[in-house]
């Protein structure tokens, strides 16, 4: 999920995008990934080079590619649609690429990133998602059974504090930076105008790089990435809640995806003409007489329209004939004699 | 007796349904024919456009359709389930120039499109109205979700179907346009996905996002009818047709230099044909201008050249047949390369004959007047063009104040459809017959008042301003050139979009500029101003008042003191000085 609107907050869809394609990368097909991004930045009137959000200074690496389904755009990312996403309880004629159809048996990675606050993350500059809400969030689905176990990763400035009221258990939260810390950005291009990327996730991306589904890294090495050093803020995690030891989880676990995939050594032939096919389209009867098209500008018949109905309105006698009964039972109280002065 | 048996078996086998017969009847039901068309623009840049129709000929109203060949299933399973007559979405960034580039094969308005026809069958047409966009939204990850009463219209002259149809009861159809919409990469991979060969053989291969949205106009958009299945025209089917207009610019893509080729535009070629299609063409715009030799050289030399009258006049084309076997055998790939012969004169540039502009005038932020301009430079052909436009509602129209003047006098439309705008409910429709002079300027305007909206119903960037959509204009323009009635199959697609009655004009709709309108914005900080000072306030009233009611006065006794003091007391006391 990013949540910053404007040019200037290139670097928090580009942390997003990176993070979604290590993820594609790892194996996850995208009607399996929810993306929010709260503003365009490819096809920005600003970009340079449209169609494309890099990440590496000297724009090496378009992190935007060929194959993006962005599921959630502009306007649409707002507090209410992710908690929507997040708890289930979304209006019936949403797709299904907007929805987060998780099961009991689901694991779950969250990446947010974009401005935050002790306790608060900002949306689009107009609304903010306290950790709290998240909290009471995050135990919905646990009530439903959304979810087996969960990952959260935020990188905003003073990201640990959204993760400090979590109670609902199998939560797995890593933050860039700890309440009273501000997370900084990377690198700025010249040729762009703007910060790229954020450290923290800078950092991260580089360490998924290295990972492919077979690896059998774990979350003790994520913990790890981006020490004080490098990233200027004292990266934060929180494993209580979770049940199993973090050094046994690998990262694929909820990074990456694996189709189990059965090899039969046996053939299996095809009827090259299944019998039933053809026949099942109905007859179709012929029309008697050829359709037509319809005329484009068939002006005589538009002039002569029939008036649409209008709404019924009470005739205008109705309202004469009111004000006669309201006058003649003025007079009838008050006496005769007045009308004589009226006329 | 065993022989006997086996050779009645090899019979029966030889005798059995062949492959080729039922692959035959299947191969009838459904086609796809590709096209791209690449015509240089007066100003120097080039606009291409692809077209790719799937035709098939089977009805998805009546019937449980189940095997989907070269028709994609979503959309078929779409047109089936909501009772979908006609089907129209265009997504668009930038803006047709019609002035300068001459009228366009199909301009759609800025941001989305969508506007649909119900079948008779359906009931309620604003319910299967709002599932079809939310579900069309999931389809193209374009915000289509958005599009609800407040910016849903029912024209009533404009937006008569474009395919077969027995009646049009204006009800069934609906229009909406989004202006604020984006078009990116996520909208063109689905709609990618959507051909039957997806971008990977064919005219699809030169489909790169890079460079599709690096250009001054792009507009890709999806047209579902049903046409004639032949000539006689006695049944139907179903057609897909899928446009993609791109104009290159001269000066960012074409780096100065007007000559253009495949690779210099999509930075790819040609390398071989989409084995799904029965027809894939390239259609090179050569025409002559002012009746001289042509301007343009196209390499390599194209397998034929074709005449068609496309929008009134006498064209001629270059074509590059992809599926003939003579274009592949020099080189892999098709390169087209155009070359100016002589350098193009700037004031040659032809007008068309049609085009129109839009603007807001005014000042301020209370009122302000929305103005057309409507340019009719036939020389000597008058013809009407319906108006529709759709203003939402927090921009308050004042009909009174509209006004139309063509060369000086008052121009009274000869029919006017108006409907008011409901707050928060429903947008302002205008649709207008006007008939236009020859050679003449029309100008239309229409004063209108800016609404205050309740601080709850600004977007996160108010300060960016509210889109007014596109203003539509449909209008039949007289040809140049009589056109004959030609088969529909074999002229060429780009020009089989609007169905023509009759020779002596064609139809032309143009979209306007969209308008880009502030409203009076409050300060948004005012909410957290008030509850601050509200609370001091209260707080400080309060509890003064509060004091003064419950504090009471009482006399303390002093301490006895510390141990220290204790002792200096009993000190002084000796010394006969006061205690401390």
Known sequence: ?343 | GGMAAVLLLLLLAAAGPGPGRADAGRERRDALREELLLSPLPTGDVAATFQFRTRWDADLQRGAVSHYRLFPKALGRLVAALGVRELHLALTQGFWRTRYWGQPPLQAPAGAELWVWFQPTVTDVDKAWKELSNILSGIFCASLNFIDSTNTVIPTASFKPLGLANGTDHHLLRYAVLPREVVCTENLTPWKKLLPCGSKAGLAVLLKAERLFHSSYHSQAVHIRPICRDASCLAMSWELRQTLTVVFDFFSSGQGKKDWSLFKMFSRTLTDTCPLASQSKVYVDISPKNKEKELLEVSPPPTSVHEAIVQGDRRTYAVYDLLSPSLFNTSRSLNVQLKWKRPQDSSEMPIPTLHAQRYVGGYGLQMGEICTLIYNTHPYRAFPVILLETVPWYLRLYVHTLTIITKGKENKPSYIHYQPAQDRSRPHLLEMLIQLPANSITKITIQFERALLKWTEYPPDPNHGFYVGSSVLSALVPSVTAMKDMDVEQSPLFTSLFPSSDGSSYFVRLYTEPLLVNLPTPDFSMPYNVICLTCTVVAVCYGSFYNLLTRTFHVEEPSRGGLAKRLANVIRKFRGVPPL
């Open chain 1, 1 to 343: 999920v990013c949540t910053s609107r404007f040019w200037f907050n290139y670097r928090h869809v580009a942390n997003t995008l990176s993070v979604y394609r290590s993820v594609k990368r790892l194996g996850i097909p995208d009607s399996h990934i929810v993306l929010m991004l709260a503003d365009d930045m490819a096809c920005n009137p600003r970009n340079p080079k449209p169609a494309t959000v890099f990440s590496h200074k000297n724009m090496e690496l378009n992190v935007y590619g060929d194959d993006v389904e962005v599921d959630y755009r502009s306007y649409e990312v707002t507090v209410e649609n992710f908690l929507r996403v997040l708890t289930g309880r979304i209006p019936p004629s949403t797709p299904r690429s907007k929805r987060l159809l998780s099961d009991d048996r689901s694991n779950i990675l969250i990446y947010m990133t974009g401005h935050g606050g002790n306790g608060f993350l900002k949306f689009q500059d107009s609304e903010e998602i306290t950790n709290v809400e998240l909290a009471d969030a995050f135990e919905q689905m646990w009530q439903k059974r959304r979810y087996n176990e969960l990952l959260f990763i935020i990188d905003t400035c003073q990201g640990a504090s959204m993760y400090e009221r979590f109670y609902s258990p199998n939560i797995m939260a890593l933050a860039s930076s700890q309440v009273g810390e501000d997370s900084l950005s990377h690198q700025p291009d010249l040729g762009i105008g703007v910060h790229l990327m954020d450290r923290y996730t800078f950092y991260v991306l580089e360490f998924l790089e290295e990972i492919h589904p077979a690896s059998q890294t774990n979350m003790n090495d994520l913990f790890q990435v981006c020490p004080k050093s490098l990233c200027v803020s004292t990266p934060g995690h929180r494993t209580d809640l979770f049940q199993r030891d973090p050094q046994n989880v690998l990262i694929t676990d909820f990074f990456g995806s694996v189709r189990k995939v059965e090899i039969t050594a046996e053939t299996l032939s095809l009827d090259r003409d299944v019998p039933g096919l053809d026949s099942k389209f109905p007859e179709e009867e012929l029309a008697t007489e050829p359709l037509k098209y319809a005329e484009q500008l068939p002006v005589a018949q538009i002039i002569h329209q029939k008036p649409k109905q209008k709404d019924w309105h009470p005739p205008g006698g109705f309202i004469l004939g009111l004000w006669a009964l309201i006058i003649m039972v003025f007079f009838k109280t008050y006496g005769i004699k007045h009308m004589k002065h009226v006329f």
